[in-house]
């Protein structure tokens, strides 16, 4: 089975959002500061439904916040 990562834009996407902070994001959607840096750092994958707050916090469709490479 091929292995893959999911990458993010979360980082751009705060500092285009009138620079709005991890914990602003965090209290967006309903968790930790820990969590959004985490999940910024691709050390954490966010759940899905996690995935669509995040993007919904931007107004934005999900994969314009996260996407998924597959390494061969």
């Known amino acids: 089975?091929?292995?893959g990562q999911?990458?993010?834009n979360i980082?751009?996407?705060r500092f285009d959002h009138d620079e709005m902070t991890q914990k602003?994001?965090?209290?967006?959607?309903g968790v930790s500061r820990?969590?959004?840096v985490a999940i910024e750092k691709a050390k954490y994958?966010?759940?899905l439904e996690l995935a669509f707050q995040i993007a919904h916090a931007f107004g934005?469709?999900?994969q314009d916040v996260?996407?998924?490479?597959i390494f061969e």
């Open 1 to 3: 089975m091929n292995k």
């Open 6 to 8: 999911i990458s993010n």
């Open 11 to 13: 980082r751009r996407l």
């Open 24 to 29: 602003e994001l965090a209290e967006k959607t």
């Open 34 to 36: 820990q969590t959004i």
């Open 45 to 47: 994958s966010p759940s």
């Open 60 to 62: 934005r469709p999900v």
């Open 66 to 69: 996260f996407s998924y490479e």
